[in-house]
Structures are given as structure tokens and as C-alpha cells.
């Protein structure tokens, strides 16, 4: 069974600091990874792709994949009370192009 | 901006019923999938669709789900013969590719 784990928090971080969401995987064939984000009653938003080691930066949003230690991150800088949400990590595992697994989710609370 | 929408919001349904879900994907996007979500569980992949057929369905898709593209714009899921444990979010998404989908905001299904 291929897995995506994350901590489920809740984690809490006051506004303007920088959150960082952690996410690890089971199946070393894993090529896409993503990030989505949602609200409580909501849909899963995308954020964040990531496809090759390193890291990918799109505005307060920094996504990091180490392929070799199988694990995900999603830092966000200056953190708003609006970013509080749930926090889905979500990987292409290797065998699928089109299936998405995904993780439990993080729970981020932005404190004003 | 385009976006996926779903129709109805929320389905009220007596078990053993038949449902239709339904879902326009974004316009110009090939891939269409959908997904559930059981109230405070994973976001679980049901089943993608593509070129007009099934590309991959997951354990969960068995006899009593099906897909349908009746026309150029709509993208329906059927459940035959609902149970109690088929109450959930269920998400409709696409893609202009492979791997990363695009959320709709989701059908909410109370079997009763």
C-alpha cells in the first residue's frame, strides 16, 4: 500500500513567521508531488507542484523535495491568518500518472 | 479564471437509490477524475477518465459506480445502489495533463 504521511498538527505559528509542513511517501517511483490547500468545508485548492529535487518558490510559498530521503516540504514565509487551513500533500506514485494519493493533511493555524 | 463546477451541492438520497452526480470540467482540459472524501478521512481517488474511457479506477469503483461523458461538456458519476458508507464529499477534477487535478468545489452525498 502506497502511503503519504504527514503530522497532522494542529501546528501553530503567530503571523509574519514562516510555517513549515513536512510530508513523507512510501513509494520510492513517486515522480510529481503537490501541495493543495483547503478550507473547512471546501475543496482542495493547488498550491504547489514539484517534480525534481530542490527547491520551487512561487511567491510566499516555498516547495522542497529530496527524492533520496523520500520527503516533501511546503514552507510558507510571512504567514497571514488567511493561510489557515488544512495542508495536503499529494504524490503521483510511479506506477500512475493519473491517480493522486494523498496525505491526511496538516492543519495550520495562523495566530494574528 | 476557468474552473470546474459540480452539480448539486448536496444530495440527500435513501439508501439502496440510484445517484448522478455532475460535474463540467474546465474547458479545454482532457483528463476529468473523481475523488471522495469521507468526513474526516484522506481525500481517496475513485477514478480518471480520459480519450472517453476509464484510464485507471481505484478498489474503491466497483460495480456500483460508473462514469459517463454524454456530451462535449458534462462528466457524470453514477452510484447504483447507494449504501450508508457511500456519505461523502465527492470532488470532480481535471486536467490539460496528467498528473496534477484541478478541484471542484464538490457534492456532498447524505445516504440515509
Known amino acids: 500500500q502506497k502511503e503519504v504521511e504527514q503530522n497532522s498538527g494542529p501546528l501553530s505559528v503567530p503571523e509574519g513567521a514562516i510555517a513549515s509542513l513536512n510530508c513523507t511517501y512510501s513509494?520510492?517511483?513517486?515522480?510529481?508531488f503537490f501541495w493543495y490547500r483547503q478550507y473547512s468545508g471546501k475543496s482542495p485548492e493547488l498550491i504547489m507542484s514539484?517534480?525534481?529535487?530542490g527547491d520551487k518558490e512561487d511567491g510566499r510559498f516555498t516547495a522542497q523535495l529530496n527524492k533520496a530521503s523520500q520527503y516533501v516540504s511546503l514552507l510558507i514565509r510571512d504567514s497571514q491568518p488567511s493561510d489557515s487551513a488544512t495542508y495536503l500533500c499529494?504524490?503521483?506514485?510511479?506506477?500512475?500518472?493519473?491517480?493522486?494519493?494523498f496525505g491526511k493533511g496538516t492543519l495550520l493555524t495562523v495566530n494574528p | 479564471e476557468p474552473e470546474v463546477t459540480q452539480t448539486p451541492s448536496h444530495q440527500v438520497t435513501q439508501m439502496g437509490q440510484e445517484v448522478i452526480l455532475r460535474c463540467v470540467p474546465i474547458?479545454?482540459?482532457?483528463?476529468f477524475y473523481w475523488y471522495r472524501q469521507i468526513l474526516g478521512q484522506k481525500v481517496e481517488f475513485l477514478v480518471s477518465?480520459?480519450?472517453?474511457?476509464?484510464?485507471?479506477k481505484s478498489e474503491i469503483f466497483d460495480d456500483q459506480f460508473s462514469v459517463e461523458r454524454p456530451d462535449g461538456s458534462n462528466f457524470t458519476l453514477k452510484i447504483r445502489s447507494t449504501k450508508l458508507e457511500d456519505s461523502a464529499m465527492y470532488f470532480c477534477?481535471?486536467?490539460?495533463?496528467?498528473?496534477?487535478?484541478?478541484f471542484g468545489p464538490g457534492t456532498r452525498l447524505t445516504v440515509l
Open positions: 477534477a481535471s486536467s490539460e495533463a496528467p498528473r496534477s487535478a484541478f
Open positions: 513509494d520510492r517511483g513517486s515522480q510529481s
Open positions: 514539484i517534480y525534481s529535487n
Open positions: 499529494a504524490v503521483n506514485s510511479g506506477g500512475s500518472n493519473y491517480k493522486l494519493t
Open positions: 474547458s479545454n482540459h482532457l483528463y
Open positions: 477518465f480520459y480519450n472517453n474511457e476509464i484510464s485507471e
